[in-house]
């Protein structure tokens, strides 16, 4: 199965989203390359127990992937929705 590349929503925000996710992640506590931060996923599946390689990983089930995904993903959106909130309180300050 070929592998899937998403695309954003917004043209040219893919190295910004990049970035996002190495800062999010080293915060909380990843060693993190920034100029491959998909590769802090495999750090992430170690740590949760889940035998992620480079390559094929046919043999991991969706679930184990998705707890890998989620910790990932789930850490960006919390920081997403406090970076959010944050704006929200200093615009209503102003």
């Known amino acids: ?16 989203m990049q970035a996002f996710k190495a800062d999010v992640m080293k915060r909380e506590g990843y060693a993190v390359n920034p100029n ?14 889940v035998p992620l390689q480079q390559g094929n990983n046919g043999h991991l089930t969706t679930e184990s992937v998705g707890h890998v995904g989620g910790k990932i993903g789930g850490t960006m959106v919390r ?9 929200i309180a200093n615009r209503e300050q102003n």
Do not use: H, N
Request: glycine share 8%; charged share 40%.
């Open 36 to 49: 491959q931060p998909d590769d802090v996923k495999y750090e992430v599946a170690k740590e949760l127990g």
């Open 1 to 16: 199965m070929a592998r899937r590349r998403r695309k954003y929503a917004v043209p040219g925000v893919e190295q910004g």
């Open 79 to 87: 920081e997403m929705i406090r970076l959010a909130q944050e704006q």
